[in-house]
């Protein structure tokens, strides 16, 4: 039992780490991006050409931000957010698929998942 709560520590502090890393990747870089919207120049070409582009940008980065953000508190639905979006992003986009960059930025999501799973089963062994 305690070797299970170990392991569950430890996953949930990599979980964090990872995560807090990716978020504060993903915040950064979209602020750049809408800051070089509002004063880049008209020809730019900044904002967004299509609906489908608009959906890639709703699963990839907005959901991963939104359920790194959320794993802090609630890590089974964070990282299930997380999870969730980055799936719809590759069904949307095949060809990035096994991307390591946008894989990696979403993988915390897949830990916190595998945090809240050894905790609840853990749990549940505590009251048998």
Known sequence: MKNKKQIARIVLIIARIWGSLSLAFLVFMVGAHLIGALFGSEESGSGFQSTAEVFNFIFF???????????????????IITTIGIICFHILRPDLIFDPMIDGLAFPGLLFILYWILVRNAGDALTK
């Open 61 to 79: 980065p907005v959901s991963i931000m939104i359920g790194l953000a959320l794993a802090w508190k609630w890590e089974g639905l964070g990282g």
